[in-house]
């Protein structure tokens, strides 16, 4: 039975729009694409020496396991030229996995919902644009909630609006 699984994304090195399209394109293997967040343009979090970054959001019906997603995710960064160098730090794209249905997973190299989601308005923002209602399984609150809840520490701006696929 398939799930809905809600991804993250995010490019701060070279044609950042286009390598968020990219990569939302390349999704498509994981599944139907249901909706794609507009993009955003956002301050960096956590090492803040570098350029901007663009991010959005895409919710994928997908019958991948949650590990098997992980591995696409992976596969599509390493297509894309991600090299993984300093925490935080620079990269061509970065895919999270932000949620799974209403799983919770604790792995060594995958968590479910993404640990730091909840303290991040560039992943809430996107996010909430096309899964306002989905609820965080370990804080029992909506993506809306969190997003109003959250103080907000860094810039993140709507810079081009997101698509119905077809």
């Known amino acids: 039975m398939p799930t809905i699984a809600y991804i993250g994304v995010g490019s701060n090195r070279g044609d950042k729009k286009a390598n968020c399209r990219q990569a939302l394109g390349l999704l498509a293997q994981a599944g139907r694409i249901i909706a794609v967040s507009s993009l955003y343009c956002t301050e960096p979090v956590g090492y803040e020496e570098q350029e901007d970054f663009i991010n959005a959001a895409a919710a994928v019906e997908t019958d991948l396991t949650p590990e098997k997603l992980l591995v696409l995710c992976h596969a599509i960064e390493d297509r894309l030229g991600r ?29 479910i919902p993404h640990p730091m989601m909840a303290e991040r308005e560039f992943v809430l923002a996107p996010l909430a644009e096309i899964a306002p209602d989905a609820v965080h399984p370990d804080l029992n609150r909506t993506v809306a909630q969190l997003l109003r809840e959250l103080r907000h520490s860094h810039a993140v701006v709507k810079c081009e609006p997101g698509r119905t696929p077809s």
């Open 83 to 111: 090299t993984r160098t300093v925490r935080w730090g620079p990269r061509t794209i970065d895919l999270d996995i932000l949620l799974y249905g209403d799983r919770v997973v604790h792995q060594p190299d995958l968590v």
